[in-house]
Structure formats: C-alpha cells, structure tokens
Nanobody, 115 residues
Framework: QVQLVESGGGLVQAGGSLRLSCAAS????????MGWYRQAPGKQREMVAI???????GHLNSVKGRFTISRDNAKNTVYLQMNSLKPDDTAVYYC?????????WGQGTQVTVSS
C-alpha cells in the first residue's frame, strides 16, 4: 500500500504562484510514475503533469511553460510548481502514484485562482 499526502493548495490571485507537494509513504519502491491531476466543478478529472522514476516528464498543453513537475526520490516527494496561475486553473488537485498493479490517490488539495 502507498499513502499520499498533499499540501500547498490555497487561494491566489491571477498571475500568482503556488507549489504543491505530495509525500508518499508505505510501499514506495513499487511506484513507477507519479503525477498531478485536477478536477474542476462539473468537469472530468484531467492529467496535469506526470514524472517517471527516471525523471521523464509530461505536462498538459495548457500548463506548459507555467507549471513544472519535479521529484525528490530520496524524500519520496513530488512537487508541482505553478506559476502565472489563471482562474481556469481553479480545481481540486490530486496526487497520483502508479505501480504495476494499481493507482493510488491523495485526498486532494483545493487551488483557487481569483481574477
């Protein structure tokens, strides 16, 4: 089992920055890919950014150049640096960890961007 604990959400004005953190514990050696997803009210959950154990990354087109995912393997922690935030980025952000067998999810952290 893997447990994920997120932190760093909050309320910010458009153009501002936030950094989300997700600390993994438990059977972390089974994790291959970690990432961030988000879900806005009335919308489907979407992938925002992912990072492999080797450090390869992928980002949603609409956040490229603004958001950066990174990973500290020694701390079993993944980060999402979010700059130039827009009201459209308002959502609950979820940390995800993938092993061969299953996906694990954090409890979610609210990010609200005011115009």
């Amino acid at each position: 089992q893997v447990q994920l604990v997120e932190s760093g959400g909050g309320l910010v004005q458009a153009g501002g920055s936030l950094r989300l953190s997700c600390a993994a514990s438990g059977s972390t050696s089974s994790i291959n890919v970690m990432g961030w997803y988000r879900q806005a009210p009335g919308k489907q959950r979407e992938m925002v950014a992912i990072i492999t154990s080797g450090g390869n990354t992928g980002h949603l087109n609409s956040v490229k150049g603004r958001f950066t995912i990174s990973r500290d393997n020694a701390k079993n922690t993944v980060y999402l640096q979010m700059n130039s935030l827009k009201p459209d980025d308002t959502a609950v952000y979820y940390c995800n960890a993938k092993s061969i067998k299953t996906d694990y999810w954090g409890q979610g952290t609210q990010v609200t961007v005011s115009s």
